[in-house]
C-alpha cells in the first residue's frame, strides 16, 4: 500500500526502510518487531526496480547489540536491493526509557557522551548558544572500542556501498556470484593496506569521532564558549557530521586514490573467492575507467 501510494512521487525523494537492528532479541528488548527479511527485501526490489531511491536505517547502540549482531544486520541490509545503509548514533531523549528510566539504563550498562547537534550554534548579543545531544556510546554488550569499529565500517559502507560511485562494480559483484556485504567487509578488514593519503583521513575520522564526545554539557560548553575554540566550530573543524564531512573530503581530495586502491581490494576479494574467468582483469579496468569518469563529471 504504501509503495502504491508513494508511486506518483517517483524519484522526488528516498524511502526510508527503517530496521533500528536487524537481531530478534535487540527488538524485542526495545518493543519493536520488523518486517519478516524476505518481505524487506521485495519491497527493496521493486523500489529499485522502479528506479526509486531508498535507505536502511539502523541505530547503535539498542539493548543488548553485539557488535557481532550489528555487522550481521548491517550485511542482511547491503544484500538487499536498498540504494543505501545508514547508522545513527542513539539520542538519550525524554520520552523514552533512555532518558526517563535510571534502572533501565543500569540494567543495560549504557554510557553516555555529549556533542554539538551538527552545525546548531551561535553567538546572539555577546552569547555563546549550542544545540546539544546526549548519546549513547556503550552498553555491557556494545563497549566503546566496539562504538569506534562501528564507526569505522559505517564510513567504509559509507564511501564503497553508498552513492553511485560503485555502483556498477557493486553489480559486477553480484553477477559473480558474491555478495555486496563480504565485499564491503573485506575491505573494512583491510584497511590498513589502503595508501597514506587514504589512512590519513581514515585517522582523522576516528580521531573526530572520539573528540566530538564530552563528558558533561558544562564541559562542552565552557570547551566552545572560548573565542578560539568557537572559531574551530565557525570554520567547520568541529561541530559538523563527521561522517558526511570525511566522505566529502575523501571524494574532493582523494577519489582517484580511492578508486585505485578499492579495485585493487576487489581484485584480491574476487580472487579469494577463487573466481574463474579469462575477462576479470579487461571488465574491471573498463569498471574502473567508468568509475573514473563518474567521480570527475
Not at 24 to 35: K, L, T, W, Y
Not at 140 to 145: D, G, L, P, Q, Y
Not at 154 to 163: M, W, Y
Not at 201 to 226: A, G, H, P
Amino acid at each position: 500500500k504504501i509503495i502504491d501510494a508513494t508511486r506518483l512521487l517517483g524519484d522526488t525523494f528516498s524511502l526510508s526502510m527503517s530496521v533500528q537492528s536487524m537481531d530478534p532479541q535487540v527488538m524485542e528488548n526495545i518493543s519493536r518487531a520488523n518486517i519478516k527479511l524476505d518481505h524487506y527485501k521485495a519491497i527493496a526490489k521493486e523500489l529499485s526496480a522502479q528506479g526509486r531511491p531508498q535507505h536502511a536505517e539502523v541505530i547503535i547502540p539498542l539493548p543488548e547489540e553485539t557488535f557481532n549482531t550489528h555487522v550481521k544486520g548491517l550485511s542482511d541490509l547491503m544484500d538487499t536491493d536498498v540504494s543505501r545503509v545508514v547508522s545513527h548514533t542513539i539520542q538519550i531523549l525524554h520520552g523514552t526509557p533512555y532518558a526517563d528510566d535510571k534502572k533501565y539504563m543500569e540494567k543495560h550498562g549504557y554510557k553516555t557522551k555529549f556533542r554539538i547537534v551538527p552545525l546548531d550554534f551561535g553567538k546572539y548579543d555577546n552569547n555563546y548558544i549550542f544545540d546539544y545531544e546526549e548519546v549513547g556510546v556503550a552498553t555491557r554488550t556494545f563497549s566503546f572500542k566496539d562504538y569506534i569499529e562501528s564507526r569505522k565500517l559505517t564510513f567504509i559502507i559509507d564511501l564503497c556501498n553508498n552513492g553511485n560511485t560503485f555502483l556498477a562494480l557493486k553489480k559486477y559483484i553480484l553477477s559473480n556470484g558474491l555478495k555486496r556485504s563480504e565485499w564491503v567487509k573485506y575491505i573494512y578488514k583491510n584497511i590498513d593496506k589502503f595508501d597514506k593519503s587514504i589512512k590519513d583521513i581514515l585517522d582523522s575520522f576516528v580521531n573526530e569521532s572520539k573528540s566530538e564526545l564530552w563528558n558533561s554539557e558544562e564541559e562542552l560548553v565552557k570547551y566552545y564558549s572560548n573565542e578560539k575554540n568557537y572559531n574551530k566550530l565557525v570554520s567547520g573543524d568541529a561541530g559538523g557530521n563527521v561522517l558526511y564531512r570525511h566522505t566529502a573530503w575523501m571524494y574532493s581530495s582523494q577519489s582517484q586514490v580511492l578508486i585505485n586502491e578499492i579495485f585493487q581490494m576487489t581484485r584480491e576479494f574476487i580472487n579469494t573467492n577463487n573466481i574463474k574467468t579469462n575477462k576479470i582483469e579487461e571488465e574491471m579496468n573498463e569498471l574502473k575507467k567508468f568509475a573514473n569518469c563518474i567521480t570527475l563529471d
